[in-house]
């Protein structure tokens, strides 16, 4: 389908309304967040000749109508709340409301520019069951630590068959994702590469596949710092700071990585076979044909 592209929208997302303000413009209106409400969006924002959409991301209630746009044409940027603080920062804003955050996203996305990376569609619902896991894995880990204060035995079996019942939903939920990364030929040509790196099994190389489509496609200082494992400068001056990394902005990292790393944000900490892996991984992936 043939994009339009001349006007820049910002929608303010809620569970039940969107907010939209054009950027430029002073037109600022609201649809509900429902099937009905993105029809009528698309319709609004054709008419009125917006082609690039800014959306920030809000704990899933934007999903809906990103995909509904994207599918009719529209560019659309989900921006992270850290870029859109940080713009209205910038130009000294400090008043918020919905209509407001709408004006101040239609702002920054025409600010911004478009990722050269498109999002792939196919790891959208894997992303949902790989929150699930990781969900999983919290409340496994809440258990555990829960079960070193408890003393009484009948207690003590609750919360071990709470456990075992949440590795086995664990196990069960990584086969399903490992299954559809397999059902799809690109996917798991890329899937078996990762998988071919030594040390990397396949919960960290499904997290590699979800959580970073870019694989394959930026360079491996690119992908290091995605993962929060590049050291960044901390220099003014005089003044020669450590060099850092950002902590680990994605549970990649952390999948693998021994306890005692958790709490560790320094460059130092980063393990070796951590840039060993992302260098073999980086050198297997331009194997791996794009869609």
Not at 47 to 72: D, F, S
Request: charged share 30%; with cysteine; net charge neutral.
């Amino acid at each position: 389908m043939t994009k339009i592209s001349t006007g820049v929208a910002g929608i303010d997302t809620a569970k039940d309304k969107l907010d939209i303000a054009v950027h430029g413009q002073t037109r600022r209106w609201q649809v509900e967040n429902t099937l009905r409400g993105w029809k009528h969006l698309s319709l609004e924002l054709r008419k009125i000749g917006v082609g690039r959409v800014g959306i920030e991301a809000t704990g899933g209630y934007e999903r809906g109508v990103v995909r509904h746009l994207r599918a009719a044409g529209f560019t659309v940027l989900v921006l992270q709340p850290i870029q859109v603080r940080a713009y209205a920062r910038m130009h000294l804003r400090r008043a918020k409301n919905d209509v407001l955050d709408a004006v101040l996203i239609a702002a920054c996305a025409a600010a911004i520019d478009s990722p050269p990376i498109e999002p792939d569609a196919r790891l959208e619902d894997l992303a949902d069951h790989l929150t699930f896991v990781e969900q999983i894995e919290e409340d496994m880990a809440r258990l555990k630590t829960r079960l070193e204060h408890i003393q009484d035995k009948r207690l003590r079996r609750i919360a071990t068959t709470d456990i075992a019942r949440l590795e086995r939903r664990r196990a069960n939920e990584l086969q399903h994702i490992a299954k559809a990364l397999r059902s799809d030929d690109d996917l798991a040509k890329c899937f078996d590469l990762v998988l071919s790196v030594p040390g990397i099994g396949d919960r960290t190389a499904i997290t590699l596949i979800v959580r970073m489509p870019e694989l394959g496609r930026i360079s491996r200082e690119e992908a290091a710092a995605l993962t929060g494992l590049a050291p960044f400068d901390d220099d003014s001056g005089q003044h020669k700071g450590e060099r850092h990394i950002a902590g680990w902005s994605m549970p990649v990292v952390s999948s693998r990585a021994p306890k005692e790393w958790h709490t560790q944000r320094c460059a130092s900490a980063c393990p070796d076979w951590a840039s060993q892996s992302f260098c073999e991984v980086d050198a297997a992936f331009p194997q791996c044909d794009d869609k």
